[in-house]
């Protein structure tokens, strides 16, 4: 080791590495362990809420015809247990696990942007918090997770129930989006020398990919959910069918969004799973390009399956068999993913901890789950199926009996080197059986319930041959789930005060994170050893026989990427597709006649093409302006600057003009389908506008205090590309909105 | 008629087509001196598809009486035809005329993968502009220039990614960008044709029947022109981003392939050894 240790890489030397202490110091911290702890603290709480939830429904449907609960209880209590378990469970556990985790796994300091992170992070309780203060205020949402309008429009959800929802889940996919940015720029960037792409860490790839999941899937939701906001504040019509709109389009801008999402919430739980199965199999893992090929595939793939979620809808005979074709095609991806893991474990030394036990679990119910999801691309089943505990079935096997399993495994797995001590083997093995019998219990019969024809979302059953039993069983399970919580959290707690110290690699694992002590130091690394192959710390303990080097000897990539850039770049990727919807909307509502103002009635192409060429021109100046700046010619710099400022404002004076001249003859956003589109797309498309000026005159105040004086001009270059990609948008709209009237 | 009487019969022995099927082979057969590898067969592939094409009944279809049968065709020379020959080229350094010669203008937009995307993807909207597409089923010269340019596009679309030129090859990671936002590209135009309730291409509203199988296509088939266009939209939209996608797990296999650069591969020769013990404990 003393030889070996000569050829480690030093990183950096820290800054002032002593840890902080007191309350104060985690509220104020930008440490990513302490955030990812943040992050895993806040989930648990959220979870011990959402499974008393749970546990609510249960006993409510533990009987038929019970009257535990009544109707509207029933409804937003079901409603508040798949917004928790889905929002503020699951993705920030995972969330949390990769803000843990990432950086250590590939020899970072920290992730690429610190104080976004703990931006993140504090979105999530203020999110949470919001969401829950809806019980206070008059009523909890009792529309669904996916809110389906029209049941979600003001005259069917009376209470500010809906209201909290959307607002909080905007929030929240902010955040969600915020930790996927940086996590996108941390692995692209911050990677200890020798650390390739082809180099890393399953879980690491899965985050990566997950991340891009994220930023591409939430702002569909994010675009959806302002439309329901405006909807329902604004009198419009996006989702409202009375006037016009469409509730079928909600669906269609929902479900674009959740399917991805459940691939969201499963591949960094894939991740887990293909870091545990090999430590505790004793081997690498087998297919390793099979599995992180496989993932990008399962990424493709998942937005093009969406419509299976609308078989029952009606979308005509092309639709359904293209989606059923799509549908079933992602199974071979994920097959892959099972086949790859077991033969991991095939002829491996196994190791059965509570981590690989969990594990283990994971791969029989998530390929139930997976099983029976198929099923569902087959068009005629999910008719009879779509709307019973065979779903609820399905999809519990896939994130509860998938995630969650992948979950505690990771828990088990991660918790020595994140509090320096292990969890009691015996409270695990305890809390794995309860788990394991307590969840195929609860949710194994919901199949059979089901296919019998038991609806979903319904607060109460008739009393039928074999349902009152049924139910009462999964009941019983379902108890016997939330007990083996309790052990976990006694262990938890336990394990804390009395655990057995864990040293830095208790399970003799090969990924970068255990080369450090256990909790790591606030610098995580002091140096990082060579890393030539996937299994650094195999390589180390091995030297006589390594794993062979992966990509050669190259210790970078082809390609060096600036961190800015990377943030700024998949920030303007996922801006696009938040436009995107809008866009989309637009024209979805614009290319056939309707009653009142109409786009060739109300707007002006003409009128609006100069000010199109004004804000054109504007991008031309702040392109000339970073070349000067680059140049070190500061005052033309500033000139240059004040002139895009300029032409932005005249751009937003002529809009406001625009609107101005609309609302005087009478059309407000509300009159009809054409004027709430067009308000939408053009207001937020100012609004971009407007921080952009905003931004510009920031950089303004920072040239003038002489910030850009030691040639650090990053931000000058990201807001620079921020405001051309605000004009490249109004290209498009000003052609979907304006130009379409000269054809 | 029968769907069977149909397919029998639409046959079009378009001798342009035939003709350029064989030109195909014999140049490419002098080219490599008639000493043929396993790669033939994706110029044999490559050129049935194209056969297939223009002169089976999907033709007869696409002439005036799907909008699904245009688009089908549309597809296969875009996306289809231009890679299969692609790949049936061998490795080649870039041709003098190229880098400097009177092809150099050529080369720019070779050497150029933006300008590259553009093409492929801007010929996949160009084309399904109402006005262009009404036209080239109506006129039979913009119609072979549809033809001609299609395929043209495509092959400076694929260039990039299998283009025979290794120098001009894009790096797998760039390629992946490269074909998932040609894959954004399509999908967005093949939704707003998918949902689109007005027609694309209003010829195909209202068929000339001219061969006699209006009353098959709607009756027994089943596909009446709102349905055709939202299969058309819908092929656009599936298909075409699953053949990106086979791209992508292409790139993704030759980057996972790659060894890196001459003397990593003399390195890891010496470490063959270490290679081949099995690394269980």
Sequence with gaps: ?743 | MTTRQFLISAWNWNPWVIAICVITILIYSAQQRFHFTRKIGWLLAGLAVFFLTLASPIDALANGYLFSAHMLQHLLLLLIVPPLILLSLSPAPVPDSFQNGRWKWLNWILRHPLANWFLGVGGMWLWHAPMLCNAAVSNVWIHRLQYVSLLLMGFAFWWPIIGPWHKQRISPLAGIIYLFSACVGCTILGIIITFSPVEVCSIYLHPVDRLGILSLIQNQWGLTPAKDQQLGGLLMWVPACLIYFCGIFGLFARWHGETGDKEIIAESQSTKTIMEKPYVH
């Design chain 1, 1 to 743: 080791m003393s030889e070996a240790a000569s050829t480690f890489v030093a990183i950096e030397t820290p800054a002032a590495a002593s840890a902080p202490r007191g309350l104060f110091s985690w509220v104020a911290t930008v440490d990513h362990k302490r955030i990812g702890i943040l992050y895993l603290l806040t989930t648990l709480v959220f979870f011990v809420i959402g499974g008393v939830e749970a546990l609510l429904i249960r006993i409510q449907l533990a009987r038929p015809n019970n009257t535990f609960l009544s109707p509207d209880a029933f409804d937003q209590i079901f409603t508040m247990h798949g917004t928790t378990m889905i929002f503020l469970v699951v993705m920030p556990t995972l969330i949390g696990l990769a803000n843990y985790l990432v950086p250590l796994m590939i020899g970072a300091r920290d992730m690429a942007f610190p104080r976004l992170n703990a931006l993140s992070f504090w979105l999530l309780p203020c999110g949470g918090l919001l969401l829950h203060f809806s019980l206070l205020a008059g009523g909890a949402p009792a529309v669904g997770w996916f809110s389906y309008a029209p049941l979600s429009e003001t005259p069917y959800a009376t209470t500010s129930g809906v209201d909290y929802w959307t607002l909080s889940l905007l929030i929240l996919g902010i955040g969600s989006v915020a930790a996927s940015i940086n996590l996108i720029a941390t692995i692209l960037t911050q990677r200890a020398p020798g650390l390739t792409i082809r180099r890393l860490p399953l879980f690491v790839w899965m985050v990566f990919v997950n991340s891009f999941l994220v930023i591409l899937a939430l702002p569909a939701l994010n675009a959806a959910i302002v439309m329901l906001f405006i909807d329902r504040h604004l009198g419009t019509h996006f989702f409202a069918p009375a006037n016009g709109g469409s509730a079928v389009l909600w669906q269609h801008f929902f479900w674009s969004f959740g399917h991805p999402e459940v691939y969201i919430m499963a591949l960094p739980a894939f991740g887990i799973i293909s870091e545990v199965v090999p430590v505790f199999a004793r081997r690498p893992i087998f297919g390793y390009e099979f599995v992180a090929a496989s993932t990008v595939a399962i990424a493709l793939l998942s937005f093009g399956v969406w419509a299976h979620h609308m078989f029952a809808v009606g979308l005509g005979h092309p639709m359904d068999l293209f989606f059923a074709a799509t549908s079933m095609m992602i199974a071979v991806p994920t097959g892959i993913k099972v086949f790859a893991w077991s033969a991991t474990m095939w002829g491996g030394a196994i190791r059965l901890t509570t981590a690989m036990l969990f594990a283990v679990a994971f791969l029989i119910q998530f390929t139930i789950g997976g099983l029976s999801g198929i099923t569902f691309a087959v068009v005629p089943i999910d008719w009879q199926v779509t709307g019973t505990y065979y779903l609820v079935a399905h999809f519990h096997y896939v994130l509860f009996g998938g995630t969650f399993f992948a979950v505690f495994a990771g828990l088990y797995y991660w918790f020595p080197k994140i509090t320096g001590r292990m969890l009691s083997e015996r409270l695990g093995k305890l809390n794995f059986w309860m788990a394991l019998i307590g969840f195929n219990t609860a949710f194994f019969v919901q199949h059979f319930l089901g296919l019998m024809g038991m609806a979903r979302r319904i607060y109460t059953y008739p009393d039928l041959p074999g349902w009152g039993l049924l139910n009462m069983i999964s009941t019983v399970g379902a108890f016997l789930l939330g007990a083996s919580v309790l052990v976990l959290l006694w262990n938890i707690i336990v394990s804390l005060r009395h655990g057995k110290p864990a040293g830095d690699n208790p399970w003799q694992a090969w990924t970068l994170e255990w080369a450090t002590t256990s909790p790591p130091p606030a610098q995580n690394f002091d140096r990082v050893p060579p890393i030539r192959s996937r299994r650094p710390l195999w390589d180390l303990a091995h030297p006589e026989n390594p794993d062979p080097i992966v990509g050669g000897i190259a210790a970078r990539d082809g390609f060096v990427l600036e961190k800015n850039r990377v943030g700024i770049v998949s920030f303007l990727i996922t801006e696009s597709v938040f436009f995107l919807m809008l866009i989309l909307a637009y024209l979805y509502y614009n290319t056939h006649d309707m009653n009142g103002p109409t786009p060739a009635t109300m707007l002006n192409p003409q009128r609006t093409g100069i000010y199109t060429l004004c804000l054109l021109a504007s991008s031309f100046t702040i392109w000339l302006a970073v070349k000067k700046l680059e140049r070190k010619k500061h005052s033309a710099f500033r000139w240059l600057l004040t002139l895009t400022i300029l032409l932005g404002t005249v751009f937003i004076i002529g809009q406001g003009r625009e609107y101005l001249r609309i609302f005087h003859s009478g059309v407000m956003v509300n009159s009809n389908l054409f004027a709430t589109t067009f308000f939408t797309l053009t207001g937020f498309h100012g609004l971009h506008v407007c921080v952009g000026v905003i931004a510009l005159l920031i950089l303004m105040g920072l040239s003038l205090a002489g910030d850009f004086k030691q040639g650090r001009i990053e931000a000058v270059k990201s807001i620079g590309l921020y405001w051309h990609f605000v004009d490249a948008v109004w290209l498009v709209v000003f052609s979907v909105i304006y130009l379409r009237l000269l054809l």
